[in-house]
């Protein structure tokens, strides 16, 4: 009688099944990615068009009001008859404002009690070669009735022979018999006659305009500094004003800077000791970014502990404080309702204020009894949780290098932001140079009139003139922008899901090789057109809310009430359903890792496991997401503290917090990397849960893929335990019967993986 064969446990096509719902896929929503492309082919034309027109020099460098690029040689535009357009403005790189307040928003001028009654189109804007750095202030100028004289003048005559000239190109060097007298009547006088020099034609009012600041020459000059190429007075600036002027504008407006930037300290040198100190404390900043980095991984490894101790204090804490809420409540009303009983003249606010207190002590009894029921009764399925916290953190150590893909994905977001600022750039500068022609307006004085030539007169400025298409462009380019984003978040998302689905959906977690790889292949081979899809509709709503907001900021203070609370509930409905469409999103992309449909699909049978789960849900959802954001704190926290320790007794530093606070962020940003691995991979565990709960039983041919730890939480987990075990047996029989010689070792691998790693 020869060898009996051992019939194996299973067939090759229910080894093949043992896989999961993994291996059988194609291309899901094809006609998104088509759409997709088509649209970058569209913000590619629409480059190309913004950097045919666009230049963001302009916008860098800052532009005079005759349209020349400061600190760059300029060609005269066509069309434009400005007589200053088209200047070589290299050997002046910055620019200085007649009126710097035009440039502040509206917002901060209002802070400051302080307004301008310059037109941005209007207030005249200089290339200069340096910034201005004294007070030209002429009190004169603002007072009715006064004597009018030349101090202003004369102070900017002295600055033009310095070099340093701040008004009208050409203003001084103009061949005009006029300027010609003004110049030589100012050689021949001093600052103190200036103050009494009022001859017509030679005076301040004479050039400088009464209403709006369009020159030719500014009604006052600020000290200020290159800030960003243009000429911006700073608060140490202003500072040292007050110590040597007395005029009642200046000092009343440095006050209010100072109390704007809620410091005695000036900007400009707390900006200087700022990047001193962190220049200073490099080595300290690097070991404290290195240990977040260790810290962070410390907590992925003894997360499930963690999770699993936190967990329960909290609903301890929270059992403890439904307990305790209401019974200080009731006592403080019979406390109450102790000394009214007491009052022989009971008062009506007395006792307005007992049951005032008696329905308080009501509503949060009833409140906090039924989250007292809720603990109760839910506390199994905080286990559950538990669970996933362990089974993700097992899987993540089976992938280490699953952490790091963030980083890949913060590379490439960054990327799109910095092309699309770029682009951004030209779109912005790409007006259409067009002249503005208007007359300016100078104060008069009766008896001492003047007689203003045309050159003075009349001016032309050059602005850029938007295309009566340009919103559209925005729109186009913004949507470009989010979709773009979300795009990119949703492959990543995806992603990871395909890494945690290959490890759930396989037996012998020993065979799962490469699974981060293979989770992006999947993604870029099969699925980009529904990561498109569901990309796009977060952009929408994302695009929506932004033209939402402004409406609101352009119409804030010509709406109603209603209209503004309409408006406000309105953006808080559209909040809430980009958070659900998200949530929705998220779980339809792991249900399209592991199963390989398309997005509709996938949303529609998600959504069913979702409602059918609904407890399991809110419960890994809320307190998941709680246990996951205190481990981040608790990063940012550790490595403050030993900043703190590092750098709080170093004399050499001025502000030990800015580097500690540069750290501190670092850590979060790393933190947020490696947990927000783990909290997809949580999700991902949990629909595969329910999606291997609704297709299996536990009995033989339908056996549970989750492990042993996640089957004690199914309805059916003694009888599926059960089985696992008659299963783990036959599957040492059959190793049994490959050494005896009866089955070859290779064909009873085929015939069962092993269980071992499934038990874990």
């Known amino acids: 009688m020869g060898k009996q064969k051992v019939k194996p446990f299973q067939t090759k096509e229910e080894d093949k099944k043992d896989v999961g719902p993994l291996k059988d896929r194609g291309c899901t929503d094809i006609i998104c ?8 082919g569209g913000m590619v034309v629409l480059a190309y068009f913004a950097f045919t027109l666009g230049d963001p020099w302009r916008l860098i460098n800052g532009y005079d009001s005759f349209g020349n690029t400061c600190g760059s040689t300029n060609v005269k535009p066509e069309g434009v008859t400005s007589t200053h357009a088209g200047k070589d403005m290299t050997e002046y790189p910055y620019l200085f404002y007649f009126d710097f307040r035009v440039m502040l928003p509206d917002s901060v001028l209002a802070i400051m009690g302080e307004s301008s009654d310059s037109p941005v189109e209007t207030t005249m804007m200089l290339c200069v070669k340096k910034c201005p750095e004294e007070l030209l202030y002429s009190p004169t100028l603002e007072v009715e009735d006064s004597t009018p004289n030349a101090l202003l003048m004369w102070q900017y005559y002295q600055l033009y022979k310095g070099g340093s000239d701040v008004c009208e190109y050409g203003f001084w060097d103009s061949e005009d018999q006029h300027i010609t007298d003004l110049k030589t009547a100012y050689d021949g006088k001093t600052e103190a006659e200036s103050l009494i020099f009022n001859e017509a034609g030679k005076r301040d009012i004479d050039y400088i305009t009464s209403t709006g600041s369009s020159g030719p020459c500014p009604p006052f000059v600020m000290p200020s500094s290159p800030v960003l190429n243009r000429c911006i007075p700073l608060l140490d600036q202003l500072t040292s004003l007050s110590q040597d002027i007395t005029e009642n504008q200046v000092a009343e407006f440095e006050e209010k800077l100072q109390v704007l930037f809620e410091t005695n300290v000036t900007a400009s040198q707390v900006m200087q000791y700022a990047m001193s100190d962190i220049m200073y404390s490099y080595r300290e900043i690097a070991v404290m970014c290195g240990s977040s980095l260790i810290i962070s991984f410390i907590i992925i490894l003894l997360l499930g502990w963690i999770a699993q101790i936190m967990i329960y204090a909290i609903a301890l804490l929270t059992a403890v404080a439904c307990i305790a809420g209401p019974a200080y409540f009731w006592y403080v009303w019979y406390e109450a309702k102790k000394d009214l009983d007491d009052d022989l003249v009971k008062l009506a606010s007395k006792e307005d204020n ?31 949780m538990v669970t996933l916290f362990k089974e993700a953190g097992f899987m993540v150590m089976r992938m280490i290098s699953i952490l790091f893909t963030p980083i890949v994905l913060a590379l490439f977001i960054m990327a799109w932001a910095a092309l699309w ?16 022609t208007f007359e300016r307006e100078y104060r008069t004085v009766s008896g001492a009139e003047f007689q203003m030539p045309d050159s003075q007169k009349t001016t032309t400025f050059v602005y850029y003139q938007d295309h009566e298409y340009i919103i559209w462009v925005w729109l186009y380019h913004l949507f470009g922008l989010y979709w773009g984003t979300e795009f990119f978040l949703a492959c990543h998302e995806m992603a990871i899901a395909g890494a945690f689905c290959q490890f759930y959906w396989t037996r012998d977690k020993r065979k799962v090789y490469f699974p ?23 952009a929408i709503i994302q695009l929506i809310r932004t033209i939402l907001a402004y409406i609101q900021n352009k119409t804030k203070d010509s709406q109603s009430e209603i209209v503004k609370y309409l408006l406000m509930c309105l953006q808080c409905c559209l909040w809430c359903f980009e958070k659900v469409m998200k949530f929705i999103n998220r779980n339809a992309y792991i249900y399209t890792a592991f199963k390989g449909s398309n997005f509709c699909s996938s949303c529609k049978k998600v959504f069913g496991l979702l ?7 809110g419960v890994v959802n809320c307190i998941g997401s709680f246990i996951l954001f205190l481990g981040k704190f608790l990063v940012v926290i550790v490595t403050g503290i030993l900043g703190y320790f590092m750098m709080s007794r170093d004399e050499g530093l001025y502000y030990w917090a800015v580097p500690v606070l540069i750290a501190a962020i670092f850590a979060f940003a790393v933190a947020h990397t490696f947990f927000s691995v783990y909290e997809i991979g949580i999700d991902t565990i949990f629909i595969c849960f329910a999606e291997d709960e609704t297709i299996n039983d536990g009995t033989p041919g339908r056996e549970y893929y989750m492990s042993k730890n996640l089957m004690q939480w199914v309805d059916n987990s003694s009888e599926a335990l059960k089985n696992l075990k008659k299963k783990k047996g036959q599957q040492r029989a059959q190793a049994k019967a490959a050494k ?11 015939m069962y993986p092993s269980l071992e790693m499934s038990e874990k």
Do not use: K
């Not at 509503?363 to 109760?376: A, E, M, P």
């Not at 981060?516 to 977060?538: D, E, N, Q």
């Not at 409602?611 to 849900?617: C, E, I, Y």
């Not at 005896?740 to 085929?750: C, H, I």
């Open 421 to 436: 600022s770029f682009v951004s750039g030209y779109i912005y500068t790409a007006g259409t140079p067009t002249d503005l």
């Open 354 to 384: 007992v049951e005032t207190l008696m329905i308080y002590a009501i509503i949060l009894s009833v409140v906090c009894l039924i989250v007292l029921l809720l603990i109760i009764f839910l506390r199994s399925r905080v286990g559950l």
């Open 516 to 538: 981060v790889l293979r989770g992006i292949w999947w993604v870029f081979r099969y699925h980009l057109g529904t990561v498109a899809f569901g990309s796009c509709i977060i």
């Open 33 to 40: 990615i088509l759409i997709f492309i088509v649209f970058l």
């Open 611 to 617: 409602m059918s789960n609904l407890v399991r849900v």
């Open 740 to 750: 005896s010689g009866e089955v070859a070792p290779q064909q009873t691998e085929q």
